[in-house]
T-cell receptor, first 114, second 113 residues
Framework: SAVISQKPSRDICQRGTSLTIQCQVD?????MFWYRQQPGQSLTLIAT?????????ESGFVIDKFPISRPNLTFSTLTVSNMSPEDSSIYLC???????????FGEGSRLTVL | QKEVEQNSGPLSVPEGAIASLNCTYS??????FFWYRQYSGKSPELIMF????GDKEDGRFTAQLNKASQYVSLLIRDSQPSDSATYLC?????????????FGTGTRLTIIP
């Protein structure tokens, strides 16, 4: 399995500010995704991070709110913009191996917006 | 109809017994299914995946897939307190290339010593 490092692991932010979460993988992977897990809920896919091009967003998520970058095959960032308390959640970076279909998660970034 | 349905639980099982977790899905074209375990405050970890009809065993875990009935289950034999967690099933439904995984709501399992 991949070693997926996310930072920050947690943060407390003020309403209206933005936070960028970084995800670093120890090997080159084709598919990277960003998920959100709200308190007591399951996982919701935010977007697919595409290397060298714009991310592909799921219904209900937009680039202005969640800009994503993926400059290479081992690194991606997710920004949560103009935060509100409703954005308080765990944000998870994940990678999927095309050969086996297995999907692995980073440790997650727990975000609290006051 | 939801894409993936799981009984949210909580499911309580005595230590040493068999825990049975079930998941139904709505996409008949799905070819692969995944089970994740998530401890409180931690990220999900992959424990099993299955592609073919029938059973797949890995230690104390057995995944069972029935494509005709569109359900997948996870059996945990000789349940231990350390198995207490939320179990999520996932499948690559309704997307081109089957690249994205859709997750169920999860079943919270408690093993009672």
């Amino acid at each position: 399995s991949a070693v997926i490092s996310q930072k920050p692991s947690r943060d407390i932010c003020q309403r209206g500010t933005s936070l960028t979460i970084q995800c670093q993988v120890d090997s080159q992977v084709t598919m990277m995704f960003w998920y959100r897990q709200q308190p007591g809920q399951s996982l919701t896919l935010i977007a697919t991070a595409n290397q060298g091009s714009e991310a592909t967003y799921e219904s209900g998520f937009v680039i202005d709110k969640f800009p994503i970058s993926r400059p290479n095959l081992t690194f991606s960032t997710l920004t949560v913009s103009n935060m509100s308390p409703e954005d308080s959640s765990i944000y998870l970076c994940s990678v999927r191996y095309r050969s086996t279909g297995e999907l692995f998660f980073g440790e997650g970034s727990r975000l609290t917006v006051l | 109809q939801k894409e993936v349905e799981q009984n949210s639980g909580p499911l309580s099982v005595p230590e040493g017994a068999i825990a049975s977790l079930n998941c139904t899905y709505s996409d008949r074209g799905s070819q692969s299914f995944f089970w994740y375990r998530q401890y409180s405050g931690k990220s999900p970890e992959l424990i099993m995946f299955i592609y073919s009809n029938g059973d797949k065993e890995d230690g104390r875990f057995t995944a069972q897939l029935n494509k005709a009935s569109q359900y997948v289950s996870l059996l945990i034999r000789d349940s231990q307190p350390s198995d207490s967690a939320t179990y999520l099933c996932a499948f690559p439904g309704f997307n081109f290339g089957n690249e994205k995984l859709t997750f169920g709501t999860g079943t919270r399992l408690t093993i009672i010593p």
